[in-house]
């Protein structure tokens, strides 16, 4: 019987400790953001919603009664009425600063262009110099609800409600709200 080569192991785990301290902090980061959100999706199925602020979606009903209208061998009507990427001017600069489990903030700006990209810094605040990340990529608006938006994979899929001059973070899964009383809202930079 041979031994398993476990070289290769010990190769891998030492070059994860050789990450710059920036590149752990930002996983560890992500790690917990991620782990944060799914805890918070969870306990939020459990709760009725209950939040009247969203006023940038239809009433529920409203598709209801469209459905049922529609004959029953052609492909369903998307609706044209007011959304998001149709009535509100959403192209701009987003500030704000974001909670981090373990700085004083993530400083973060989304910009959100006409052609549907993106550019995406974050900052992690009260950490060493040179821990500033910048992705860019598409997004699209989803098809559910069409007033949250979904970054590509470069900015891993993150999810934003977008309001008047606001964008605020969602749950990744469901875009729902993140059921918490930290700040979660970018505000639009009307220069």
């Known amino acids: 019987m041979t031994r398993p080569n476990t070289s290769n192991n010990k190769a891998q785990t030492i070059s994860l ?52 209208m529609q004959p029953t061998n052609t492909q369903p009507v998307t609706s044209m009425g007011d959304t998001a990427e149709t009535s509100l001017d959403w192209v701009g600069e987003y500030k704000g600063v974001f909670p981090c489990a373990d700085c004083q903030g993530n400083e973060t700006e989304l910009e959100l262009k006409a052609n549907v990209t993106y550019e995406l810094t974050q900052e992690y605040l009260g950490k060493e110099k040179g821990n500033e990340f910048k992705v860019k990529g598409t997004f699209s608006f989803d ?40 700040n979660y809202k970018l505000q639009k930079d009307l220069h």
């Open 17 to 68: 400790f050789n990450l710059p301290p920036f590149l752990r902090n930002f996983k560890s980061c992500i790690a917990l953001l991620i782990l944060s959100l799914s805890t918070i999706a969870l306990a939020a199925c459990s709760k009725p919603n209950t939040n009247t602020h969203e006023t940038n979606q239809a009433p529920e009903n409203t598709a209801n009664q469209t459905q049922s």
């Open 143 to 182: 098809p559910d609800n069409p007033s949250v938006i979904r970054l590509d994979k470069a900015g891993e899929n993150l999810k934003f409600f977008i309001g008047e001059n606001f964008v605020e973070a969602r749950d990744m899964n469901t875009g729902k709200a993140i059921d918490s009383k930290l």
